[in-house]
């Protein structure tokens, strides 16, 4: 089982990026889902989240900016980005409860220019 992210990139700031986060193998079940990210030097930030209902939160430094969703017939997480601040610049992780167990998917690096 593994998750496979994509979509990262260079883009200036005010620019928009989708990322997305695909998974693969045998997996039964389909549980909540994350976006986080990392800058060198500094923790992993949570930065959006989607529950196996639907619902959807957003870290306050992104919202009204990303939207988190969830494609249940592709098996993929993707996080839409608008109006990216340099701020944004980070690798993105996504997350997400497998079969019961957390899967970290490799990181993807969005670097917004100023």
């Known amino acids: 089982v593994q998750l496979q992210a994509s979509g990262g990139g260079l883009v200036q700031a005010g620019g928009s990026l989708r990322l997305s986060c695909a998974a693969s193998g045998r997996i039964l079940s389909f549980g909540s889902g994350a976006w986080f990210r990392q800058v060198p030097g500094k923790p992993r930030e949570w930065v959006a989240g989607?529950?196996?209902?639907?619902?959807?939160d957003h870290a306050d430094s992104v919202k009204g900016r990303f939207t988190i969703s969830r494609d249940n017939a592709k098996n993929t997480l993707d996080l839409q980005m608008n109006s990216l601040k340099p701020e944004d610049t980070a690798v993105y992780y996504c997350?997400?409860?497998?079969?019961?167990?957390?899967?970290w998917g490799r990181g993807t690096l969005v670097t917004v220019s100023s």
């Open positions: 989607i529950t196996v209902g639907g619902s959807t």
């Open positions: 997350n997400r409860i497998l079969d019961s167990r957390s899967v």
